[in-house]
């Protein structure tokens, strides 16, 4: 009987350690694949509000995805994401990119609702606020003409307010010369 013990006790360990240092050889899972539901034909004739963005990449991140959602209140949002997804968290954790852009219309997040947490910024002409909760990550949100543009940067050196003033209208060319924002519309919400 102690001989049975002893086996099963050596194979309990025998299969502990084999499974506890399988781990340490097993990366991160693999970032889910890119979905973009549209194209940039089709956001380039969008008409609900204006939307930006900075290109095909930008500082050497390519646009990876560019999907076109509603939020829980119904709330149409646009995104662009440059480069590939890291994961934030355990396994079960979101998936988020090096810099991500989302544009949703100036009533889905007047500048009312928003909790004026973080430093305030101008950027080219129009109101925003920034948080950097580290070196490597950092959220802006800004309102111009009759759109809401949050941008976040995520396990990136990127500068989130260099790239706000990057950014530019989806219906223009890369090479525009960049103007002031138009003024937020203030129209009934």
Request: glycine letters at 8%; a negative charge.
């Amino acid at each position: 009987m102690a001989t049975t013990f002893c086996v099963g006790a050596a194979v309990a360990t025998l299969v502990a350690i084999t499974w506890g240092t399988a781990g340490c050889f097993f990366d991160d899972p693999a970032p889910p694949k890119p979905v973009s539901n549209w194209t940039i034909a089709e956001a380039r004739s969008f008409d609900q509000y204006d939307l930006y963005w900075l290109g095909n990449s930008y500082q050497g991140l390519p646009l990876t995805s560019m999907p076109l959602t509603k939020d829980g209140d119904g709330v149409l949002h646009a995104s662009f994401f440059y480069g590939e997804p890291s994961l934030a968290g355990d396994s079960g954790g979101s998936w988020y990119p090096p810099l991500e852009i989302d544009i949703q219309p100036y009533c889905g997040y007047p500048p009312e609702e928003h909790d004026r947490s973080g430093d305030s910024v101008q950027i080219r002409g129009v109101n925003g606020y920034v948080e950097r909760p580290s070196s490597r990550e950092a959220y802006l949100v800004l309102w111009t003409g009759d759109s809401a543009i949050n941008l976040r940067t995520w396990k990136s050196e990127l500068d989130i307010e260099k790239a706000a003033r990057d950014i530019f209208p989806i219906r223009e060319d890369s090479g525009t010369t960049l103007q002031r924002f138009p003024a937020p519309t203030r129209t009934e919400c």
